[in-house]
């Protein structure tokens, strides 16, 4: 379809295994790839790349398009209609006017502009956060979704933190994808997928597994490491250590393991932690966290965050964001509210202890509801000042991956989100922030969403 066709991909921003796919996509089907934009017929740009940054001789040309426009063409086997894809010189008002939208070209689509592609899609598309998560979507590629999800686990138990956020992040992008995916450029064109992720979707697709799996997964070394590494308050380190001193089973740990308080807590309770709970479970925990704190002060307000705001029908814990005045003290506070509901035997185990830090806001424990039908379960408390609610409750809310997809889109446009505030104007070299700018007035979720030019996702949406 592309014959004759000439291809200039312009660097900036795009992924080594991008420009690959598209490199060899494009050859596939007859197009031409060329080393100067000058030859090209078209040049493709990436939509997130900073457009100030291309060279000027680009915009006396009208067929800079983004790279959205290839994988169009790509799943649909056509060449598609270019006017919406096209990106156009940055204008000066855009530049005086918001800096933050300075990172990304804007397409020029006239007055019927695609709500897909306008200035705001174009910058923040490329985040997870800006689209909604689906329910059921793991009805849809669910063998796909199974075999990357245990590479992610094994990947985490071992330490490879970068390797598993790369397969949770295709995981997301394949669950928003919604559809049942067929073939290589279906997946290939998805954000956060690049082409060996692509060809190990295509192996599960076209084998029904992952050699992958079956070689990491299976092993006497995985087995144990993931035993261990299921014990709460054990990181990958821990389980791996223990396995290289010769450990294999909760039993060696409890003879020879030389566990935290925390582990041995993990281990007392192993099975109990991983099963997961009703909502109506988690509902009557947070009635008992409520009753207590109201108890205290009758101005405090709870709210039931985590798994079961975004809706889940199971929750691996409970998670509860207590909100109180300003002038109240947020360790008093957690330590009346927990002294009531040890009174009780409802609080059963400490996670943390509350002696060793100064303001604690933070409590984590194990909980257990009167009567044998009803398991040991995590508890986790969180005190909150009103004026932080917003961004307390939505990072509570979660999940771990939209809080990540969130904040990341905040630091192109130079603010910085946190549990405590949204700033702008914010200063970073590197990593670290040397002037943290302003803090913005955010009295509701809706108006962090504003801020950061993301329509607005209720937390049934944020379960990526
Ligand atoms: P969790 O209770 O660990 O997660 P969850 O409630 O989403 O899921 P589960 O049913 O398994 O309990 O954490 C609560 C929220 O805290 C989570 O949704 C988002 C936030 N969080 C992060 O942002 N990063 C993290 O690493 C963790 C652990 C949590
Ligand atoms: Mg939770």
């Not at 932690?273 to 307000?301: P, W």
């Not at 965050?305 to 691996?316: A, D, F, H, I, V």
């Amino acid at each position: 379809m592309f014959s004759g066709i000439k291809f200039y991909f312009h660097p900036a921003k795009f992924s080594k295994g991008r420009l690959n796919v598209f490199t060899t996509q494009v050859k596939n089907h007859c197009g031409i790839v060329v080393e100067s934009s000058e030859e090209a017929t078209y040049v493709i740009v990436e939509e997130s790349c900073d457009t100030l940054s291309l060279p000027t001789s680009l915009w006396h040309e009208d067929r800079v398009l983004g790279s959205v426009w290839l994988s169009k063409c790509l799943k649909e086997k056509l060449v598609v209609e270019f006017q919406q894809f096209r990106i156009t010189k940055p204008s000066l008002k855009r530049l005086t006017s918001s800096p933050e939208s300075a990172g990304a070209g804007t397409s020029e689509s006239g007055s019927n502009k695609s709500p897909d592609y306008d200035s705001r899609g174009q910058t923040s598309k490329k985040y997870a956060c800006s689209q909604p998560s689906l329910k059921n979507s793991e009805a849809c590629n669910a063998a796909v979704l199974d075999q990357l999800q245990k590479l992610a686990d094994v990947y985490r138990a071992r330490g490879d933190q970068w390797r598993a956020h790369g397969y949770e992040k295709a995981i997301s992008a394949i669950r928003r994808h919604g559809k049942e995916i067929t073939s290589f450029e279906d997946v290939a064109s998805l954000e956060g997928v690049g082409c060996k992720m692509a060809a190990k979707v295509m192996e599960v697709i076209t084998t029904g597994s992952l050699r992958k799996v079956e070689e990491l997964c299976t092993t006497e070394e995985s087995r144990v490491v993931d035993l261990f590494s299921n014990i709460w308050g054990a990181g990958p380190s821990a389980a791996h250590t223990w396995y290289t001193k010769g450990y294999r089973s909760l039993e060696d740990l409890i003879k020879n393991g030389n566990l935290t308080k925390q582990q041995q807590i993990g281990i007392k309770y192993y099975n109990e932690f991983l099963d997961r709970m009703s909502r109506k479970e988690v509902e009557e925990i947070g009635q008992k966290v409520t009753e207590s704190a109201k108890e205290v002060n009758s101005s405090l307000t709870t709210m039931l965050c985590g798994s079961y705001r975004r809706g889940k029908q199971t929750c691996g814990d409970v998670d509860v964001v207590v909100l109180k005045p300003q002038q109240l003290n947020s360790k008093q506070i957690l330590t009346s509210i927990l002294s009531r509901l040890k009174d009780t035997v409802f609080i059963t185990d400490d996670l943390v202890s509350l002696e060793k830090n100064g303001n604690q806001r933070k409590y984590l424990g194990v909980c257990k509801l009167p009567g044998d039908e009803h398991k040991h379960r995590r508890l986790d408390i969180f005190v909150v000042p009103q004026t932080e609610s917003a961004c307390a409750i939505m990072h509570y809310t979660g999940s771990a991956l939209f809080n990540r997809s969130i904040r990341l889109l905040a630091q192109t446009k130079n603010m910085h989100l946190s549990e405590h505030r949204l700033c702008a104007g914010v200063v970073r070299q590197g990593k670290e922030i040397v002037d943290e700018g302003q803090v913005l007035s955010t009295p509701t979720e809706e108006s962090i969403f504003k801020h950061l030019d993301l329509e607005y996702r209720p937390p049934e949406e944020r379960d990526h």
